[in-house]
């Protein structure tokens, strides 16, 4: 049966490709992003992939424009099932060369976004008891990384957010779900249009995901809401790991290799969009799409997103295996015999 999902931040990037996925299943999907060129665009893919689209003009950074594209999303679409947090923008640059004023809208989008959205969402969500919330979080909500503070400092905000909340559902018997999808370095448009003072163009960390990687992965925590958490990618699995163990040496190695690791040959140029205080489709005309610069080398699969929603499986079969290998060892060693 169709859903109703909004999905924030759909103009481009995970969001474009997230609201292409919900589409080619026949939802309804309420579009929410600033960009009127990107969200014409997203509106024409979710109607030639067989959704339905509502394009709602929306800044995430207010609350008030959240809330009434909610009740607009309600009005036109249905009741809403699935609220998707996935908006936006950032600032590349070390820690002393970002102004207050950019700080705090990087906040305001990349955090209170996701908190306002969660707050329209609830608004219509609770009295039903029923629908899903996907907060789009990243490997760097536990690990933060050099030339990032902004983003790393509001991914991390997101993640207490989301624990927090998450517990409070629970406490009070909820069937409104919440959990979140931390994802790895994916090819998306924001490294053509991000606010920065780098002497060379942004990249993102290797190794670099297509932003269809991030797309399934949400898709499927909507549909299976009750994980806190889903890990996409391999490299944000190695990484989430080795911070929990060496963050200490993480560190080190991040001041060694994060400031060339994420700059490419190209210089940055005056004339590059920045979408940081306006969309930069705006400024160009121009619709981004979901993919940015670095399809060449972007990885369309990868393991670790399969491995992370059969954990329960493959935890049986380590047990099984486990459970097979102790009885054939202590028939060996009744019969005599010592195992191999």
Same mark, same amino acid.
């Given at each position: 049966?169709? =859903? ?64 009434? *594209? ?5 009005? /036109? ?9 996935? *908006? ?12 207050? /004023? ?44 050099? %030339? ?10 997101? =993640? ?18 919440? @959990? ?7 090819? @998306? ?8 003072? %780098? ?14 990687? *991030? ?28 911070? *929990? ?28 969009? /920045? ?28 393991? =670790? ?10 935890? @049986? ?24």
């Amino acid at each position: 049966m169709p =859903q109703v999902v909004v999905v924030t931040g759909a103009s481009a990037g995970v969001g474009r490709a997230v609201a292409r996925s919900f589409a080619r299943r026949g939802d309804r999907i309420g579009l929410l992003a600033r960009g009127a060129e990107g969200l014409s665009a997203a509106a024409e893919d979710v109607r030639r992939d067989g959704g339905t689209p509502l394009a709602v003009p929306t800044d995430v950074a207010d609350a008030g424009q959240l809330a009434d *594209a909610a009740e607009r999303v309600e009005r /036109e679409l249905g009741p809403i099932d699935v609220w998707v947090n996935v *908006a936006m923008t950032t600032v590349f640059a070390p820690f002393e060369r970002i102004e207050p /004023e950019e700080y705090r809208r990087v906040t305001e989008v990349d955090y209170l976004g996701f908190v306002y959205g969660t707050m329209a969402a609830l608004r219509h969500m609770k009295p039903r008891d029923h629908g899903t919330i996907v907060h789009v979080g990243s490997a760097l909500a536990y690990r933060g990384i050099p %030339l990032q503070s902004a983003y790393c400092g509001a991914k991390h905000a997101v =993640q207490g957010f989301h624990e927090s909340l998450r517990c409070e559902l629970l406490h009070e018997g909820s069937k409104v779900r919440v @959990t979140m999808v931390q994802m790895p370095g994916l090819n @998306t448009p924001q490294f053509s249009w991000v606010r920065s003072r %780098l002497p060379r163009r942004a990249q993102p960390v290797p190794p670099i995901y297509q932003p269809e990687v *991030a797309a399934r992965a949400v898709l499927h925590a909507a549909d299976h809401p009750r994980r806190r958490e889903y890990w996409v990618g391999s490299s944000t699995a190695v990484t989430l790991l080795l911070n *929990a163990v060496v963050p200490g040496l993480l560190d080190r190695y991040l001041a060694r290799t994060g400031f060339a690791g994420q700059q490419t040959e190209q210089p940055q140029r005056d004339s590059d969009p /920045e979408n940081l205080w306006q969309p930069a489709d705006g400024r160009s005309g121009h619709d981004f799409g979901a993919h940015g610069r670095f399809d060449d080398e972007a990885r369309s699969t990868d393991p =670790q997103p399969w491995l992370s929603r059969h954990h329960g499986v493959l935890a @049986t079969a380590a047990a099984t295996a486990a459970g097979v290998c102790g009885v054939v060892a202590a028939r060996q060693l009744r019969g005599g015999r010592h195992p191999a």
